[in-house]
């Protein structure tokens, strides 16, 4: 980056990572790559569907599954396939565990506004509406 050599291998965090079996903008093998490359604990996720089906449709749509490995992440995906178990429906309340394990206390948002941080305007805000300069 900017001239300096990165190794994705220094990045120590735990990382959840999805890919869509039939995905056609980035094929599962090329997600699953990931795993190869960070230095932190990895749990990879294979739904059973398309790009739109496999990542961004909720559990309320979850007519699709998912694959799931307990093993570490490692050889390759002809590998880490053939010894996943596939799971009926979405994928998302599995990942929202991971997170939850992850993450501290959940703690109540805050309401907008108040004398340090004013609200500007009601929502979404005026740059909705603002027209490009320039």
């Known amino acids: ?13 735990d990382l959840y990572s999805v ?12 997600a699953w790559r990931v795993t190869q490359l ?19 449709n909720p559990p309320s749509k979850g007519k699709y599954g998912h694959y799931t490995s307990a093993a570490p992440v490692a050889g ?7 010894g996943a178990t596939f799971n009926q429906g979405s994928w998302w309340p599995r990942w929202g565990a991971w997170l939850s394990a992850q993450s ?16 500007l305007c009601p929502a ?5 509406t603002a027209q490009p300069t320039g």
């Open 38 to 56: 960070v230095g932190g604990t990895v749990r990879f996720v294979l739904a059973s569907s398309g790009h739109v089906a496999g990542i961004i």
């Open 19 to 30: 890919g869509a079996e039939k995905d056609h903008i980035v094929p599962w093998q090329s």
């Open 104 to 119: 501290g206390q959940q703690i109540k948002a805050r309401v907008p506004g108040d004398s340090v941080h004013p609200v």
């Open 1 to 13: 980056l900017d001239g300096e050599a990165i190794d994705l291998g220094d990045i120590r965090l």
């Open 76 to 82: 390759d995906t002809e590998a880490w396939l053939a």
């Open 124 to 128: 979404p805000g005026t740059y909705v």
